[in-house]
């Protein structure tokens, strides 16, 4: 069963605990944005995971140095993943991978800003991550012409265990799952819902179908 993943890029943890909190019946793993973690920092993460102890904890830190360093902070936070960009070297996500089974945890490796996503992929997932996300950050998806179908396409060549980020929505979570992902992340697609909890139900029974 492919894993619903929110990315909260809300700023304020208060918010982003109620928005987990009318999702959480369909989400798999409960991503802090990036920014959320800037804004709220360490206790951000542990006050998410006290919310919802029984979900998967993703904290977005896209870490691109002192990868171990960064990942006992995420992990002695609460966090049960941390984000570490693929665009680093290897020895940052090799540190990371060290502090990720000293705890029990998992390094998920973001492709953001990789010009070779799957190659690196495939690299991230020898050094010891549990899966790697192909991502297209905020940015790269305001750009003119982007589509996700390069990120669908890239996920059915990957042969290792990958995610997808950057505009999954009720129009593309289909074709995502379709592409053989471990988990689907949408953030925007949710956060930004007239009614999150509706959006999340349906993007799960999607992946359900
Ligand atoms: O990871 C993200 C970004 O870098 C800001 O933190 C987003 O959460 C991710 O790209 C999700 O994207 P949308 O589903 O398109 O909101």
Do not use: C, W
């Not at 070297?89 to 998992?106: L, M, P, Y």
């Amino acid at each position: 069963m492919v894993k619903l993943q929110v990315a909260i890029d809300l700023l304020k943890i208060e918010d982003a605990i109620a928005l987990a909190t009318k999702v959480a019946p369909y989400i798999d793993i409960i991503e802090l944005g990036t920014p959320l973690i800037k804004s709220e920092g360490l206790s951000g993460i542990r006050k998410m995971k006290d919310a919802f102890p029984d979900k998967l904890v993703l904290a977005d830190f896209k870490t691109a140095d002192a990868g171990e360093l960064e990942a006992d902070m995420a992990f002695g936070a609460g966090a049960d993943y941390i984000t570490i960009l693929g665009a680093t070297g290897d020895s940052t996500i090799a540190g990371a991978v060290k502090s990720a089974k000293a705890h029990g945890k998992g390094v998920v490796v973001d492709t953001i800003g990789v010009k070779d996503r799957v190659k690196r992929a495939q690299e991230a997932i020898a050094l010891g991550a549990e899966f790697v996300e192909l991502h297209a950050g905020l940015d790269e998806q305001a750009e003119e012409g982007y589509s996700i179908q390069v990120l669908i396409d890239e996920a059915k060549t990957a042969g290792v265990s990958v995610s997808i980020a950057g505009g999954v929505n009720l129009s593309s979570i289909t074709a995502v799952k379709e592409s053989g992902v471990t988990v689907a992340v949408a953030g925007a697609a949710i956060y930004g819902a007239e009614d999150p909890a509706k959006a999340a139900k349906e993007l799960k029974e999607l992946l359900l179908a």
